[in-house]
């Protein structure tokens, strides 16, 4: 039912999912005891094994949990909601499928002595940093599972994580491949480099009629407008009801001594912290580098080094490397879990904590200081009962409302107008905006989306409730659909009219910075030739693949280019992001460990060791996947 998230709301969700780290697209695969169901419903057959639909889709929805965990308010759920996604996470239970009959085949195992280890160290069955057997039990019930279901589930992730770990673990640079890694990776180049820039001739003549035309016809689809519409939309908000009658005392003591435990002021932590990159997306390999990378940072604090120094030097978070890493004072509830979790178990005798991953990447974090709990009286928590009160009715009456909403609407979903009527609401309208959203309600990526979908778009209905925020919703239906097409000519001459200008300003630059080149390789010396084009020269010494100066894409083209014979040099014309330049490139170096390359010899070996198990564990996993017999029923994943 539509209102099903409302409602919930009501009595609160436990936002705990205790695989946590163990939530993996496999997890309901091997299970077909647990299943019956007819061979229509098999999404996928591996060898003699199905996924039948309700597998896949119990997994999907997991994945989908994950994801929005990860990406909070950037999470689309659309992007989640097509066939290519859904036949990709098919794609991953096949292969661990595939690898779960592998496993089974050479007869790995778990102890369960190793077993009952990996469970006492989860994070989510502990209390003040040891495990609990209540609240293990507790949570597992919670979640709908048995003790042995999710153990069972614990062994088969484990046994089936000891074959592509034993690969990675592995893997290991060769002495050559450091050495060439690090030639190639480390050169430096030496160059002259000329700019030059597009001109804007205000006195060039306009292009002709014949030419506007033609660049019409030839690029009509770059002038399509956007599919537009226009909504009318009523919106539900939260009920204010700070007007009412007065709480008396008694009312708000009884409350304060029903809830006295909570009234506590949080312990406060003054932290620093170091940020190594490695997001969601980021491969196994990045991740595992930066996983290193931050561990020998923190060996670095521990042993005494500068954490403040070490932050500017390493820690790629923009907003608080050059503060030191000063996160200023934590409490519960502003960082991710496992950064909490963290960061409350350091002591200030023991401040440095080890590699802490969340979904950014991984920290190292420096505990500065502590700032005990404090408890609140009645008179310190009295405004903050009167406004949960008030937030309590305004809720219960935003909830009746909603429910009488959506009744109405359900009753005649073409019209909003009977709902309005009924709750005294104004029917509001928004738009025209496109799918990239727009102003005030259309820039809400669920409006958009609502907006534009089948059930409001092709079939003319009111959309589904769409929160949002808290106790903050809206429907919608569409008032006026604007299809693309392709603008008249007059709309858009000034457009082409600019544009063929610019590419007639950069075709001439391009043709000057030929004949700058062209007096180069005649004899004439590059500085000479600038200066009378009134053109600048600038020498770049000893530039890395990292330099931005004197121009990012130049610096690219430039490590593209030979290098020169010895005693000679190389030219060549080549793009800049605003222009051309005339480059002379006079010196490669190679880079060379012994000359103190950017990193040190280990964490190179690291990036090469990391980088080959990653390309060999999925080398393995194609080989295992390519001797599996595999059919796949894409039709029953729509």
Do not use: C
Request: charged share 25%; aromatic share 6%; hydrophobic share 40%.
């Amino acid at each position: 039912m539509v209102l099903q998230s409302i409602r919930e709301r009501l009595t609160g969700i436990l936002a705990f999912f205790i695989l946590g780290i163990l939530v993996i697209p496999f997890a309901f695969v091997g299970v077909n005891s647990y299943f019956t169901s007819g061979n229509e419903n098999v999404v996928a057959r591996v060898n003699d094994e199905d996924i039948t639909l309700a597998q896949f889709t119990q997994s999907y929805t997991n994945y989908r949990q994950r994801m929005q965990s990860i990406m909070g308010a950037a999470y689309d759920p659309e992007q989640f909601d097509t066939l290519i996604a859904r036949r990709e996470h098919l794609d991953a239970l096949i292969n661990q499928a595939v690898l779960a009959q592998a496993v089974d085949g050479i007869g790995l195992d778990v102890t369960d002595e190793r077993l009952a280890r990996e469970i006492r160290e989860l994070p989510a069955f502990q209390l003040d940093g040891e495990f609990n057997a209540d609240l293990y039990q507790n949570r597992l019930t919670s979640q709908g599972m048995s003790v042995p279901g999710f153990e069972r589930e614990m062994r088969t992730q484990i046994v089936m994580g000891q074959l592509p770990n034993g690969i990675m673990s592995s893997s290991f640079a060769t002495p050559t491949e450091l050495q060439e890694y690090v030639r190639l990776q480390d050169q430096r180049r030496t160059f002259r480099s000329v700019p030059v820039r597009p001109a804007d001739d205000p006195e060039a003549p306009d292009p002709a009629e014949s030419d506007i035309q033609d660049y019409y016809e030839q690029n009509a689809a770059e002038f399509r407008s956007e599919e537009m519409v226009v909504i009318e939309y009523l919106e539900l908000s939260p009920v204010d009801t700070r007007s009412g009658a007065e709480l008396d005392d008694e009312f708000l003591r009884n409350r304060f001594e029903q809830q006295k435990a909570r009234f506590i002021s949080p312990e406060q932590r003054l932290v620093s912290h170091i940020l190594l990159e490695a997001g969601a997306t980021a491969d196994e390999a990045s991740k595992e580098t930066a996983r290193q990378q931050a561990a020998d940072i923190a060996a670095r604090a521990r042993e005494g080094e500068d954490f403040a120094q070490l932050a500017r030097e390493f820690s790629q978070d923009i907003g608080s490397a050059e503060n030191d890493g000063d996160l200023g004072w934590i409490e519960p509830g502003m960082m991710s879990d496992s950064f909490e979790e963290a960061m409350y178990a350091l002591t200030l005798e023991a401040p440095v904590s080890e590699p802490v991953q969340t979904g950014f990447g991984w920290h190292v974090i420096l505990l500065r200081d502590i700032q005990p709990a404090a408890g609140m009286n009645f008179e310190e928590a009295r405004e903050i009962l009167i406004a949960e009160h008030q937030a309590e009715e305004s809720e219960r009456e935003f909830l009746e409302k909603a429910d009488r909403m959506v009744d109405l609407i359900y009753e005649d979903p073409t019209t909003l107008e009977a709902a309005a009527l009924d709750l005294g609401l104004d029917v509001q309208t928004a738009g025209p905006f496109s799918r990239a959203g727009g102003e005030g309600i259309a820039a809400d990526p669920g409006v958009v989306s609502a907006a534009f979908s089948d059930l409001v778009l092709a079939q003319g209905s009111v959309s589904d409730p769409i929160d949002l925020a808290e106790n903050h919703m809206v429907l919608l239906r569409i008032r006026e659909h604007l299809p693309a097409e392709v603008r008249p000519l007059a709309e858009v001459r000034d457009e082409i009219v600019s544009r063929i200008r610019a590419e007639r300003a950069l075709d001439a630059a391009r043709e000057r910075a030929e004949a700058l080149l062209a007096s180069v390789e005649q004899g004439q010396d590059l500085a000479a030739a600038a200066e009378q084009e009134g053109l600048e020269v600038t020498l770049t010494e000893e530039a890395n693949r990292r330099n931005f100066v004197p121009d990012r894409k130049v610096v690219e083209e430039v490590f593209q280019i030979p290098a020169p014979a010895e005693g000679a040099m190389s030219l060549q014309v080549v793009e800049a992001s605003d222009g051309f330049a005339v480059v002379e490139l006079q010196s490669v170096r190679a880079g060379s460990l012994e000359e103190g390359a950017a990193l040190s010899e280990q964490q190179y070996r690291r990036q090469l060791a990391n980088a080959a198990a990653s390309a060999e564990a999925r080398g393995f996993m194609r080989q295992l996947r390519n001797a599996a017999r595999v059919e796949v029923f894409e039709d029953r994943l729509e």
